[in-house]
């Protein structure tokens, strides 16, 4: 329970202390008095957004406190054991220090934490039912949320297994997209690149080889003009008459009969013998290549055909040879790849089909305790509406489903289904008996809305654990016999828990233990709010000015009225 809450320098919040009781707590003032920057003060205790506009003008920081009692056997102290808290004496103290830079300091019983910690802590303690909550009632998601709140633990548990199997498929089924198209198109692609790999394989191509053949092309060109050339050089070396190894041979022998008489000429035989040799292997070697350039048709088509072949690889696969070798040798790793591709598909396939089995039996679990929660909550509901004054409402509550081939298999019928399951909530609103009933959005008025979200939360508090409830304004749109009512359910909750309530109705106001008035007043010409617990005539005046806007006679006789019934014994 809420038992303190201190406020310094949040805007016209200078310096304000208010002491909270158990039940129904209320805070009443004129429009823009500050009513809720009250619990903007206290949502900052409780680790919500820091907005460093709330910094009071002229100061440097703000600084919300809230104090609780929590008994040592509550949950909270189990989980705040992470942090190194213990037990105070069942006090829990919540600061938040906020700067004009944004910056924030949280502390729990006077530890630093995380705002984290605080939201974790906040979530425990209170439940604050924001003005506006209203108008959520018409949206899908709250609407489900509400049923399944109304399905107890066995709903719970249902619900946490399909969106814990919802996240096993799913995962399945976006890994086997990112393998890449379908299995028709990973084969298709496998047998492409392996039969780039089988040709350029079968063509054996070399990265040398190229150039190899361009010189060998070049030398089939000129075959003619080779072999005449090579002709005449023959003929001048030794085949003609007078050639250059007839020449040189006579030269020896002359030179070599005369050597005898003289060994200075034993060096000029020498290199005469030696150029006898060089110019028969000139000799060879040139009529070795004549030899060669003899080509038949076949060995130059055969060339011809080789490098049309090696042109034809370049073009489909890389600019050179390099560049084609290069190219297979990734292929062939994106072949294994594809056929590991292939057979991980096929264990994801399979996987996806057993957790598409288990998706599909949660969901109908699931879908089966939420029929039953929906008919529970529009039972409760109507008991509820009843006491709100609006016996004759009713709020039809639809479960619908969709029908999706690429769902998962519930039943007999293939359905869309998502981590909360499979169905979506439609809800329909008669406010007369007779009445067909109409999409709660567009069929209910504020009041009506503003009761049935009371009821909704009063159902909520009466079976849950959070020992407060703060609800700002939920009274909004409502007047006369409908006030009462939603006064008297306001105080009902008080019994079981803790309630603080900001209100603009009288009647809700008279029916709260405890009475806070918010107003302003001005100091050396700033605006300062001020926070007061009413007591004894100042509260009948309050509620005298809430009635009227006055403090009339008649106006003042009602507020004594309004608190004699509150404490008028029932029965």
């Not at 009781?21 to 920057?37: F, I, Q, R, Y």
């Not at 002709?231 to 050597?259: F, N, P």
């Not at 200075?264 to 035989?269: F, H, P, W």
């Not at 009413?534 to 006679?553: K, N, T």
Request: aromatic share 2%; with cysteine.
């Amino acid at each position: 329970m809420l038992r303190r809450l201190e406020v310094e320098q949040l805007a016209i919040l200078q310096e304000a202390a208010v002491a909270f009781g158990p039940g129904l707590n209320v805070l009443t003032g004129e429009t823009g008095a500050g009513k809720s920057l009250l619990l903007d003060a206290l949502l900052l205790a409780l680790g919500g957004r820091a907005d460093a506009g709330l910094v009071r003008d002229g100061a440097r920081s703000l600084r919300v406190t809230a104090e609780f009692a929590l008994p040592t056997s509550d949950p909270l102290w189990q989980v705040l054991a992470a942090e190194g808290l213990e037990p105070d004496d069942g006090v829990l103290v919540l600061t938040r220090e906020l700067g004009r830079d944004g910056r924030s300091t949280c502390r729990v019983n006077g530890r630093l934490v995380t705002a984290g910690t605080l939201r974790t802590a906040g979530a425990h303690l209170v439940s604050v039912l924001g003005q506006g909550g209203q108008g959520r009632l018409a949206q899908p998601a709250a609407q489900l949320a509400f049923v399944d709140a109304c399905g107890g633990a066995d709903l719970a548990r249902a619900s946490a297994e399909v969106a814990g199997v919802y996240a096993l498929w799913r995962e399945a089924v976006d890994a086997r997209r990112e393998l890449g198209g379908g299995s028709q198109d990973r084969a298709r692609r496998r047998d492409d690149l392996a039969a780039a790999v089988r040709e350029i394989d079968a063509l054996g191509l070399r990265v040398d080889e190229e150039a190899e053949l361009e010189v060998r092309r070049r030398r089939m060109a000129a075959a003619g003009r080779l072999l005449e050339s090579v002709g005449r050089t023959l003929e001048a070396l030794c085949d003609g008459d007078g050639s250059a190894r007839d020449r040189l041979g006579h030269a020896a022998a002359e030179i070599g009969s005369v050597s005898r008489l003289d060994d200075a000429l034993s060096e000029a035989v020498g290199l005469l013998d030696q150029a006898c040799i060089a110019v028969d292997e000139a000799a060879r070697l040139l009529h070795t290549y004549a030899e060669g350039l003899n080509f038949d048709p076949g060995a130059v088509a055969e060339l011809e055909e080789r490098w049309s072949a090696i042109q034809r690889c370049k073009r489909r696969y890389g600019g050179d040879a390099a560049a084609v070798l290069a190219y297979r040798d990734e292929a062939e790793a994106q072949v294994r790849a594809l056929e590991a591709a292939e057979a991980e598909a096929a264990g994801l396939e399979a996987e996806i089909e057993a957790r598409g089995r288990e998706l599909g039996s949660a969901a109908a679990r699931l879908g089966v305790l939420r029929r039953q929660a929906a008919e529970s909550l529009e039972a409760a509901l109507a008991e509820q509406l009843q006491d709100l004054g609006m016996a004759g409402a009713r709020l039809r509550i639809g479960l619908e489903v969709a029908e999706d081939p690429a769902g998962v298999m519930v039943g007999e019928t293939r359905l869309r289904c998502g981590p909360a399951g499979c169905e979506r909530t439609m809800w329909l609103w008669a406010a007369n008996p007779g009445e067909g009933g109409q999409e709660l959005g567009r069929a209910a008025s504020g009041g009506e809305l503003s009761r049935l979200y009371l009821a909704l939360h009063a159902l909520r508090a009466e079976t849950g654990d959070v020992p407060t409830l703060v609800f700002d304004e939920v009274d909004a749109g409502v007047g006369g016999r409908a006030a009462a009512a939603v006064a008297a359910r306001l105080a009902a909750l008080g019994a079981h828990r803790q309630v603080l309530c900001v209100t603009h109705l009288a009647t809700v106001a008279a029916a709260a233990e405890r009475q806070f008035a918010v107003g302003k007043r001005t100091v050396q010409g700033r605006t300062a709010a001020e926070i007061v617990e009413l007591q004894g005539a100042e509260r009948v005046r309050e509620l005298a000015r809430m009635l009227d806007g006055s403090a009339s006679a008649g106006a003042i006789a009602h507020a004594r009225e309004l608190l004699q019934r509150r404490s008028r014994p029932a029965g």
